[in-house]
């Protein structure tokens, strides 16, 4: 559905003489990244304003995004594989925040502190094979992403005895980060083995 409405928007561009005809994959291929990611801003902010969980929301998706970008991760060959499991992720933390009494939460947050920490402090960075990276950015990002489960992880253990629920959502994000680190590396592992 994306990769058709980017592909007609690339044609449209491209007949009016706006984009050079040899570039329409180009352009369609970006647009397709734009409207994705629309459609993914769209989803979070249909999720925080139809379940009134306007700051959990903001904060879950902040810092699971923040630790992606330093961390790597699983990714969808597909836009739609993307939006999809974005979605998933999206609905669960929204339907844990929502429907678990605080006792749960905070039990959880624990696990996921603790579930999280030797798979983004030991094997933070999953090397992507069409993008190799330099020692030195490895080191960069490496480092960067400890700093922030570092950082992230003492603000989700302070907050519990001051901003209760911040825990939780500071927690599920880098739970959800740290899944997506953990899927990669399995997926990298089995096509080495093949």
């Not at 907050?159 to 739970?175: K, P, R, W």
Request: proline fraction near 2%; aromatic fraction near 14%; hydrophobic fraction near 55%.
């Amino acid at each position: 559905m994306l990769h058709v409405l980017a592909s007609k928007t690339a044609l449209h561009y491209a007949k009016r003489g706006m984009i050079s005809r040899e570039l329409t994959d180009v352009y369609s291929d970006s647009f397709e990244t734009l409207f994705a990611q629309i459609l993914n801003f769209l989803l979070v902010v249909a999720a925080a304003v139809l379940s009134k969980q306007y700051i959990p929301v903001a904060v879950f998706i902040g810092v699971f995004v923040w630790m992606r970008k330093y961390a790597g991760g699983y990714t969808p060959k597909s836009h739609l594989g993307c939006t999809i499991l974005f979605s998933i992720m999206l609905f669960l933390f929204v339907t844990g925040q929502v429907y678990m009494s605080y006792e749960i939460q905070d039990l959880l947050a624990l696990w996921f502190l603790v579930f999280t920490a030797p798979i983004i402090c030991f094997r933070v960075l999953v090397r992507q094979f069409d993008n190799p990276l330099f020692d030195k950015k490895k080191f960069i990002l490496r480092s960067n992403a400890m700093l922030l489960y570092i950082f992230a992880s003492g603000v989700s253990i302070v907050s519990v005895f001051f901003v209760h629920q911040l825990s939780f959502h500071i927690a599920s994000g880098l739970f959800c980060a740290a899944i997506s680190v953990l899927i990669e590396r399995v997926r990298q592992k089995h096509i080495s083995i093949d």
